[in-house]
């Protein structure tokens, strides 16, 4: 038992504040730059646009999992066994939005 | 089989026992597990999203109003006239999430949404570094952590609660849309109504951990894993937040 106990505590490195403080400053530079975006691509309904916002989400996505989450410090089967299955749903959302044209006709009502 | 000799040599291996073939406790890799399962329950709610919003294949309306303009009183109607909120089309987020409070009046595109985002990110933060306090073992310093996330969790909670009281107010419901589809409502009220419930249970059991931290329980134990397991949970629901804010805001 006093093994196990020893092994919880999950190493964290010295300059982790400022690591905290960085992720900070990243995530609310991606914030503001999400929100000059939409106003600057206001009048534009392109898909690559809607690529972009998903894009910047992910990579904020990352820095909160990563950072924040110690995703970063931990053994590389459990980053698999929670990051393994997220890219199958990724592939379900992929097929909902190519299909979803299809059943228009039937939500108009 | 069974001799001591053979237990040492299996417990240096991975999965040979006696140890966490992940190097994180039981209850951490609970909270991971947990975690993801809920992932999957709002990624199946943004599908859902994703789905209805994509039937309506109609380009949404360009913008006809300009940031920081007068509101009239009559402002759902007179899109409505102007042909930016039919049943058609999914309306233009900026012209339906426009208020702020204490300004009334003011056409503000996504102001609140974005202060509730800055908001969430923030209590993020105080509660990773009440996590980093934690490791140290500094009890003061996790408490006053603890009571910003805290406040933050609640600040961001009256906001939504806001927001809310005024979508209603002008008129949306499950059933019934001023703004365009009656699937924007519901799916507005659904979404983010279950990342609220989130956020609420998050601030509870943030209130209990706080407690414990007063009364020293986490200090007799020798460590504060049950502050980095919640810091897990309050992480992912400013998590989901990222990608609500993105798909029902942005998008």
Request: charged share 10%; proline share 3%.
């Amino acid at each position: 038992m006093d093994q196990i106990e020893h092994l919880e505590h999950t190493e964290s490195p010295a300059n982790m504040k400022k690591q905290i403080i960085n992720t900070f400053i990243i995530l609310t530079i991606l914030t503001i730059v999400d929100i000059a975006l939409y106003f600057i691509l206001l009048s534009s309904h392109s898909m690559a646009k809607n690529i972009l916002f998903v894009f910047l989400g992910i990579v904020k996505a990352f820095y909160i999992v990563s950072v924040f989450m110690h995703m970063k410090f931990e053994r590389k089967f459990l980053v698999w066994i929670i990051v393994g299955p997220m890219l199958f749903v990724s592939f379900l959302i992929w097929l909902a939005l190519t299909e979803a044209d299809y059943t228009f006709d039937s939500r108009l009502f | 089989m069974a001799n001591s000799a053979t237990l040492t040599t299996d417990s240096k291996q991975t999965w040979g026992g006696g140890k966490s073939p992940f190097s994180v406790s039981y209850g951490k890799l609970m909270m991971w597990i947990f975690l993801l399962s809920d992932a999957f329950t709002f990624s199946s709610l943004l599908v859902a999203y994703g789905f209805v919003r994509f039937t309506f294949t109609g380009s949404l309306p360009n913008t006809i109003v300009k940031p920081f303009s007068h509101l009239s009183h009559n402002f759902v109607e007179e899109m409505q006239k102007a042909g930016m909120f039919v049943t058609e089309r999914w309306p233009s987020p900026e012209l339906v999430f426009n208020h702020f409070p204490f300004l009334h009046g003011i056409h503000l595109p996504l102001m609140f949404v974005s202060l509730m985002t800055f908001i969430l990110i923030f209590s993020s933060v105080t509660m990773v570094l009440a996590v980093e306090a934690g490791h140290r073992m500094a009890k003061k310093e996790v408490e006053n952590y603890m009571i910003l996330t805290i406040i933050g969790g609640a600040a961001f909670l009256g906001c939504q609660a806001w927001e809310w009281s005024n979508f209603i107010t002008e008129g949306a419901s499950l059933q019934n849309n001023p703004f365009g589809p009656t699937a924007f409502a519901a799916l507005f009220f659904i979404v983010t109504g279950f990342h609220g419930t989130h956020v609420l249970s998050g601030v509870i059991i943030n209130i209990v951990i706080y407690f414990n931290v007063v009364n020293g329980t986490y200090e007799k134990r020798g460590h504060y894993e049950m502050v980095e397991k919640v810091g897990l949970y309050w992480h992912f629901v400013d998590l989901v937040w990222v990608f609500v804010f993105t798909f029902f805001y942005l998008i």
